[in-house]
């Protein structure tokens, strides 16, 4: 039997069970980890109409299927928003407001798509993180080898997040990769209106500044050459040498040169692949591909 022969008689042979094993549809559900997000701006004035940009931390899970039953039920999925600017706080160790919630969660109004493709959550729980103003702390020994930097004085948090009429896309080209919603942003006694979109996964598109400084040591990697064979200059033995640091006991810590200068670069969204069957540009404040509206 040919090549041929051997491909057409797969196919009359399978073709039955391809009948017979049609994929079941996906639930409802969003990707796991950081979506990269554009706020638009609807209403409001002030500290809270600032926003553009931004990271959401987006999980999506499955409530169980009774409080006697634990096993997770596809037909009860939900979704939790916390956005970067909270985890940074959080992560930060500083001390925030037990009786808030800093992560907004809500279900699925239905577990299976609509015709469109699209997944719905119109209401979810408000997001809110408020936190004490602290002091600047002067820089402090721990001990004989570890010293703590200053830390200067921090305002007080008191923003929170209201999600709304979220729509998680649910088609074959983006199972759960993007969404869109509503949000009512406050801080204070300031509050604006924003529509907001968003994309996974988070693709970074910062180059390096044409001509943008390089740190002092760049392409360095030897001494330069002296003098003589010591490696100091003619006639001064010790011209040029860095002091030996002292003998201490504590180990030597080298500093980190600083990281070069980014700019957009909206070719590598372009080309990237991993956000495939979309617009995409690259965001200036994030340096992150987001979706060109």
């Not at 979506?35 to 109409?49: I, N």
């Not at 096993?71 to 407001?97: F, N």
């Not at 570890?146 to 997040?161: F, G, L, M, V």
């Not at 201490?248 to 990237?272: F, K, M, N, W, Y």
């Amino acid at each position: 039997m040919g090549n041929r022969d051997a491909f057409v008689f797969a196919q009359v042979t399978l073709a039955p069970l391809a009948v017979g094993c049609d994929q079941p549809e996906p639930k409802c559900a969003a990707a796991h980890g950081n979506f990269a997000a554009t706020f638009t701006l609807v209403s409001g004035a002030g500290a809270c109409a600032e926003l553009t940009s931004g990271v959401l931390n987006i999980q999506s899970y499955n409530d169980s299927k009774s409080d006697s039953d634990p096993v997770l039920d596809p037909d009860k999925p939900t979704l939790a928003i916390q956005t970067q600017e909270t985890t940074d706080v959080l992560w930060s160790g500083r001390p925030v407001d037990a009786d808030g919630r800093p992560f907004a969660f809500g279900a699925f109004d239905d577990p299976d798509p609509d015709d469109e493709g699209f997944c719905t959550v119109r209401s979810l729980s408000r997001a809110v993180l408020r936190a004490d103003a602290t002091e600047a702390m002067p820089e402090m020994m721990i001990d004989e080898c570890t010293t703590q930097p200053a830390q200067p004085a921090q305002p007080a948090i008191d923003i929170s997040y209201r999600w709304t009429n979220v729509r998680v896309v649910m088609t074959p080209a983006a199972i759960g990769t993007r969404l869109e919603a509503d949000l009512e942003y406050t801080v204070g006694d300031c509050t604006a209106e924003y529509r907001v979109a968003a994309v996974w996964p988070v693709v970074e598109c910062g180059s390096p500044v044409e001509g943008g400084e390089e740190p002092a040591d760049a392409g360095m990697s030897d001494p330069p050459p002296g003098g003589d064979e010591d490696g100091g200059a003619d006639g001064d033995e010790d011209a040029g040498a860095e002091p030996a640091p002292a003998d201490s006991g504590c180990p030597v810590v080298e500093e980190e040169p600083p990281p070069p200068e980014l700019e957009a670069d909206d070719e590598i969204c372009e080309t990237q692949g991993a956000i495939p069957d979309v617009d995409v540009r690259c965001d200036p404040a994030i340096l992150m591909c987001v979706l060109d509206d």
